[in-house]
């Protein structure tokens, strides 16, 4: 007698129709926005099939809102500033079984979102990150570039994770994310994202994504100031960490 087939919908996929299911699978593309208006048309028109923009308007004074919508992307308005403000609005606004971030200044380009979907589908990850791998030359500040170097290695250190990267390009399932109760508000949303998905047991994997200079000006990373921000936000996380044995 021959045994049973899985059904489709639990049967292993291959790579390949991984790939595939990803472009297919519907996605809410979650776009902390501020000030972001030149660079939206090209952002939103970067999108695959089946994923839906969710831009939450963090206080923008160049139109970005009127922008979004007329590009047919969903607008949330979040006054409260910050990125995990932005962040966490947008995850709460979202309906899709899964959930992406992405930043909206055209550095990272959400054509390559479903490579990052893939995984999730194949369930090899619960949550996949975007390792930032530049295109030109100061796509990257070296000032950022040390400060993410640094802060890899105490993730490492403190937490037991190993990371080459925390970058704002990923992907998870919504449910899981609502899950771990993100409370930070500030920069340090993605660390803690990390954190307490790591905590929860979830696998957590990094995959390369292109990282090109962005349109207009940085609020973090591109300033000085903005990346010790977010260092001292990411730090006081990391802090709270008991060492792995």
């Known amino acids: 007698m021959q045994p049973p087939t899985a059904p489709d919908s639990l049967a292993p996929r291959t790579p390949a129709q991984a790939t595939s299911a ?3 699978t519907s996605v809410d593309v979650i776009f902390p926005c501020l000030n972001e208006a030149a660079a939206l048309p ?19 004074t160049d139109g970005s809102a009127d922008v979004a919508r007329a ?3 969903l607008v949330i308005t979040e006054p409260r500033r910050g990125f995990g403000s932005a962040a966490h609005a947008g995850l709460l606004a979202a309906t899709a079984e899964l959930v992406a971030f992405c930043d909206a200044d055209a550095s990272m380009d959400p054509a390559e979102l479903p490579r990052l979907v893939a995984p999730i589908i194949e369930g090899r990850a619960d949550l996949v990150l975007g390792r930032r791998r530049p295109t030109a030359r100061g796509s990257w500040p070296v000032h950022a570039r040390v400060a993410n170097r640094a802060l890899s290695t105490l993730i490492r250190v403190r937490a037991g994770i190993h990371l080459h990267d ?10 899981q994310l ?7 508000r500030r920069s340090g949303y993605p660390l803690e994202m990390v954190l307490r998905s790591n905590a929860s047991g979830h696998t957590i994997l990094e995959l390369d994504t292109s990282y090109s200079p962005r349109v207009g000006i ?3 990373t591109g300033t000085v100031r903005g990346t010790i921000s977010a260092i001292s936000d990411m730090s006081a996380l990391l802090a709270q960490v008991k060492k792995p044995r």
Not at 46 to 58: F, K, M, S, T
């Open 22 to 24: 990803a472009h297919s």
């Open 42 to 60: 090209w952002v939103l028109g970067r999108l695959p099939e089946g994923y839906r923009a969710i831009v939450v308007d963090n206080g923008s």
């Open 71 to 73: 590009l047919g992307a």
């Open 166 to 175: 925390l970058g704002p390009m990923r992907v998870a399932r919504r449910e």
């Open 178 to 184: 609502l899950a771990l109760a993100l409370e930070d």
């Open 218 to 220: 940085s609020k973090v």
